[in-house]
C-alpha cells in the first residue's frame, strides 16, 4: 500500500480500529476506467487517494453532463448517500487519470460511522462540502449565462499561460451541462472578437482580458 494511503488510513481508523483497517484496500484505476455506473448497486466507499474521478449523468436526449469530479482526499458524494439509503447509482464515475483510491467495504464502512470520530466527522464534512458545490453546479447549469461560464471554463482551463486547451467542443458542452451546437455557437462568437481561435480539437485563447472581464460578470 502506497505510503499516502496508509497515512490517510490511520488518520481515519486510528489505534484500537486495526482490524476495520486491514479490511480497508487500495486501488489503482486506468485512465477511462468506469468507476460505477448508473444503476449499479453500491457497496462499497470510495477515497480518492491521488487522481480525479469524473461524475456524470447521460440523459434521455445524449446529452452528457458532468456533476462533479472526486480528487486527493476526497470521497463521492452520490457514493456516501447511496450507501446511507442503500440505493443504487444515479450516475456513472470515470477515472479521468490514473487514480488510486481506498475501497471500504460497506459493512468497514457502517461500522466505522459509529466507532471512528475521525472517520465520522471526515464522511460527513466532506459530504457536506460536495453537497454545497453540487447544489451550486445545478445552479449554473440551470441560471447561469453560457457565454459568462464558457469564458470562466476557459480562463480556468488556460492558467498557468497555457494558450492552446487541447479540448473539444462536445467536451466543452459536458463540463458546462448545455449542447454541443450551443458551445459551438458562443465559440464562433468569441472567435468573431478575435477573444479565441477554433481549432479541430483544440481552442486557443487569444484575449485573455476580454475572457476574464467577462468571467468576473455575475449569471
Known amino acids: 500500500m502506497s505510503s499516502a494511503a496508509r497515512i490517510l488510513l490511520e488518520r481515519l481508523f486510528p489505534a484500537g ?7 480497508v484496500e487500495e486501488i489503482h484505476l ?3 476506467q468506469t468507476v460505477f ?17 469524473r461524475v456524470q449523468v447521460l440523459a434521455a436526449n445524449g446529452r452528457e453532463i ?4 472526486v480528487c486527493d482526499g476526497q470521497s463521492c458524494v452520490i457514493t ?3 450507501l446511507i439509503s442503500v440505493e443504487s447509482y444515479p450516475a456513472e464515475g470515470v477515472a479521468e487519470v490514473e487514480t488510486t483510491a481506498l475501497v471500504v467495504p460497506q459493512p468497514v464502512f457502517d461500522q466505522a460511522l459509529g466507532d471512528s470520530a475521525e472517520f465520522r466527522r471526515f464522511v460527513f464534512a466532506n459530504q457536506g462540502q460536495r453537497l454545497g458545490d453540487l447544489i451550486q453546479r445545478v445552479e449554473d447549469v440551470v441560471f447561469g449565462r453560457i457565454d459568462v461560464r464558457l469564458a470562466r ?14 479540448i473539444t467542443h462536445q467536451q466543452l458542452a459536458s463540463e458546462l451541462g448545455s449542447a454541443r451546437e450551443v458551445i459551438s455557437r458562443q465559440l464562433k462568437q468569441f472567435a468573431g472578437r478575435g477573444w479565441v481561435g477554433i481549432g479541430r480539437g483544440a481552442i486557443e485563447v487569444k484575449a ?3 475572457l476574464d472581464e467577462l468571467a468576473r460578470q455575475s449569471g
Open 208 to 210: 485573455t482580458a476580454a
Open 17 to 23: 480500529l486495526e482490524d476495520l483497517r486491514a479490511r
Open 30 to 32: 486506468p485512465v477511462g
Open 153 to 166: 471554463l476557459l480562463m480556468t482551463l488556460s492558467e498557468q499561460g497555457v494558450k492552446s486547451i487541447a
Open 37 to 53: 455506473r448508473r444503476g449499479d448497486p453500491c457497496r462499497n466507499y470510495l477515497l480518492v487517494v491521488q487522481g480525479s474521478v
Open 66 to 69: 458532468t456533476l462533479y469530479r
Open 80 to 82: 456516501t448517500s447511496c
